[in-house]
DNA sequence: GCGTAATCGAGACGGTACGTCCCGTCTTTCA
DNA sequence: TGAAAGACGGGACGTACCGTCTCGATTACGC
């Protein structure tokens, strides 16, 4: 969506003062749009396009980030676009509600859309350099997901192991998903709930 | 392994030259030999240089496949290129060897000339598009990996659960190394211990 | 007439199955028909195009001629294709019949077509290299055209100088007129008329 | 002179960084310096080579020139590059000095680098398309020629017929010469001399 | 009448130039 | 005076031809 949008909000702040916050928003969502329109792939979104589809001139984006990668990892972090991973459901059986958690966004991410998003932000993160580094250490993207809070959850309440380690076990599970999201196609739900089963129940014989 | 464009239907009586399978053997060992001596990442390596290295025109490695990300996949899949696993150290004891193996994972995977190749190979699936799915999909990655071999046959002597599956399991185990090393710097020690420990013994509590 | 590449010697005792006449025909009647269909300029009629066009191996053309050049100029040579200057009316007027016959032809090949063979002879011609130049050499276009034929035939009765040179006098006329056809617009009556004017009467004042 | 895709239109309030007159020029003069330094023929003058001769982008020769021919011919043109044409000599006795013009033309243009620069004009003319007829069309390029402008002069002291067109005159003289200089090769003295009798004296007997 | 040899159409080969697109920088004009 | 617009030098892309080569198939001649 281009011409159509003469925002209000940018109208009142283009007068006394810069437009720098509102174009730097401006890029953030434009490049959120394009990403999830599922028309182009990373490498089809140039800065020169977000630039356009933003109303924004190109030396504004390089002024504020490095080169594209940059852009497209603020706007994951940012939100402006989202990997959504699901919520985990809460029925209290976390069996249950682990698998449920990971046939949905077997569902749910398996679309273009999303994969198209997940390759941008490893796209980004693989051509960034070090400073996208930096931004995606800061992030604690483990550490913070659904998965880890509801493990985190669990272990306090000692119905999982007290040295577990949560982003551990969220990234054994979640890991694996996001490897073939961007790589193969969507496993089999057996091969997925195999995980679950050794996440939870561990290897070992019994 | 023949091309990604290679068409079923030509395999009757094609006119005219036959194509050289020298000229494909010597775009992929060419790939191979620029990605490996460390001095070039995906983005360096051009189309043009690879057929300059390879004694080849350009025009004959777009006969073969797509792109760019085409070569370099094959490439890795028929092992011109490796993403050299460690191999699993053979002491008896599981659950030592896993840390052994982790730690010498990321030792040595951990130095530029690694990474660049696996960011290289995430690349080349990043903008490959749709057929370089299906070659990926086809390579059994996961099941024919050195953590994979070694939990079948642990399994098969019963020291592991009899229904366990193999690659999931080696998917846990290796997948947030694989996205650790292509993003973040190397993990702590105990990050990757805590990996073992929930592969082996599982999140329950006992 | 054969090909520029032919050899006497190899005409005697040729092992091996003869070339095909009409191949090579084919070639030229193909590589008229492409530069006349209005469709292609001599630069868009590739040597792959004429092969594909008259049904034949591109090789099949190597064989006979060196490069394209020598086959477009082959084609006009044989008048497979024809640059043609119209005929010299004959009222017995020989001003008058000059008029009408520069009018005619300014008329006549001032139309696509005709500029793009001519155009297409000239390219053939500079870029051909020396053994086009041999042919064109032989071929004695001013001393044969029907322009020289009628200034031959006037000067043998008598009523122009004895000490013409018919192609000096035939080439002084037609050159402007074909270098103002490959290049600049179709020129005005009135300065066709000066040129008749010229080489009729002179410049001298009187 | 701007180039051939100028537009009038935007001659109003262009926005953006303005096109550089500068890279213009220096495209010229580095077209004009690879052309007349005898090591290259028009084929071999590259638009890459042209480029970096003039340390410009290629883009930016895309820019202002739809194609090669466009360049060169602009060159020509312009004046960047000279199709020198000797000037004629001014003994007084006209006759003569058109004589000693047409064999010192043929002397010095009749080597290689002045052919090659011919032959370029040619293929540039032959290649251009529309746009470089209607530049050739606007260039005057016989009327101010050194013969023109000396059969001009003579005309208006009298000794030339005062209904004379200078151009026409220069064409009919000069034309033949330029035909040959690109086609066969150098004509004999008496062929040529028989040219200036037919533009001076006419072909009719007296 | 059977091999030998050169041709045929077809099309891949190593090259080279093309014209397009994008990068990240720069230089204007406009608000 | 800050930002949009867009040209700049640079460089990779994927396409189109060039002239050569290699296939299997065909077609003559000489043995």
């Known amino acids: 969506m281009t011409g159509v949008t003469e925002d209000p909000v940018s109208a009142e702040t283009r007068r006394g003062r ?9 890029v953030l969502t434009a490049t959120a749009r394009l990403l999830t329109c599922g028309e182009y792939e990373y490498d089809d979104v140039t800065v020169e396009r977000i630039a356009a589809e933003a109303g924004v001139g190109k030396q504004t984006i390089y002024r504020w980030w490095t080169n594209k990668a940059g852009v497209v990892l603020e706007a994951v ?10 919520p985990v459901p809460e029925t209290g059986d976390l069996r249950a509600d682990l698998l449920a958690w990971v046939s949905e966004t077997l569902d749910e991410t398996f679309t273009e859309g999303h994969r198209s998003m997940a390759r941008s932000l490893i796209s980004a993160l693989v051509t960034g350099g070090a400073e996208t580094d930096s931004l995606l250490a800061a992030s604690q993207i483990w550490e913070e997901s659904p998965v880890a809070d509801r493990l985190r ?3 306090d ?28 196609g969507r496993p ?3 091969w997925a709930h195999s995980l679950v089963d050794i996440v939870l129940d561990g290897a070992w014989a019994r």
């Open 157 to 184: 309440v000692g119905r999982l192991r007290a040295d577990l380690e949560p982003s551990a076990a969220a990234a054994a599970l979640a890991s694996p998903l996001v490897l073939r999201l961007i790589t193969s």
């Open 18 to 26: 810069p437009r720098s916050a509102a174009s730097h928003q401006a």
């Open 153 to 155: 959850a669990e272990r």
């Open 77 to 86: 972090l940012t939100g402006h676009l989202r990997l959504d991973f699901s």
């Open 188 to 190: 089999q739900d057996s």
